[in-house]
Structure formats: structure tokens, C-alpha cells
């Protein structure tokens, strides 16, 4: 059982930054693979960035390759989403989200945080 609470969101203007936090509890949270998920309104929930539970495997959206960087500490039980080059269309409702691998947690996550609203201004 994993319980996510993520942090972080907020307001920032285009080509800004923001990163993300997501503090997991659990004992086994460092055999989770992590992921993170945005939905916009009007449009359905899109994977984001997942990483494995030992960060070895990273995997991107396409609109996030090279803009977000997903890591993780799980000395803090912590999975991060780095945001940089931000445009209005990330404004969204990010998720975080853990399965029990890279591709669980690409497709389909077994558990959920209640989301941290992103929006960017232009």
C-alpha cells in the first residue's frame, strides 16, 4: 500500500519553471516505480514522465522529452517533476502515481495522489 501526496503547483509565466513534489508512504515505496500524470480540463488524463524504483529506467511523454525531468529520493520517499521551458498548454492538474513497474505505471497505475494544479500564463 502506497499513500501520494503531491506538492509544488502553482502559477508561473510561460518559459518559467516549477518542480513538482510527490512524498510517498509505505514500507515497500521503494519498490514502486513512480509516475506522474496531468489531465487539462476538457481533455482526458495523459502519462507524463514515469521512473523505475531504482531510477535506472526514465521514461517521457513526448511533450516532455527535454523540457521535465522526472527523479526520485527514496531515502525522502520522494518522486520530483522538473518543469522547465513551461508553455500554457501544460496548464493541468498533475498526478502522481505508483505501480509496481515502469510499465504499470505508464498505463496503467494502481494508485493516486489527489493532483497539484499547474497553470502557466502566456
Known amino acids: 500500500q502506497v499513500m501520494l501526496e503531491e506538492s509544488g503547483g502553482g502559477l508561473v509565466q510561460a518559459g518559467g519553471s516549477l518542480t513538482l513534489s510527490c512524498g510517498a508512504s509505505?514500507?515497500?515505496?521503494?519498490?514502486?516505480?513512480m509516475g506522474w500524470f496531468r489531465q487539462a480540463p476538457g481533455k482526458s488524463r495523459e502519462f507524463v514522465a514515469g521512473i523505475g524504483e531504482s531510477a535506472g529506467i526514465t521514461e517521457y511523454a513526448d511533450f516532455a522529452k527535454g523540457r521535465f525531468t522526472i527523479s526520485r529520493d527514496n531515502a525522502k520517499n520522494a518522486v520530483y517533476l522538473q518543469m522547465n521551458s513551461l508553455k500554457p498548454e501544460d496548464t493541468a492538474l498533475y498526478y502522481c502515481?505508483?505501480?509496481?513497474?515502469?510499465?504499470?505505471?505508464?498505463?496503467?497505475?494502481?494508485?493516486w495522489g489527489q493532483g497539484t494544479q499547474v497553470t502557466v500564463s502566456s
Open positions: 509505505g514500507r515497500f515505496y521503494s519498490s514502486f516505480a
Open positions: 502515481a505508483a505501480a509496481y513497474s515502469v510499465g504499470a505505471v505508464m498505463t496503467s497505475p494502481g494508485y
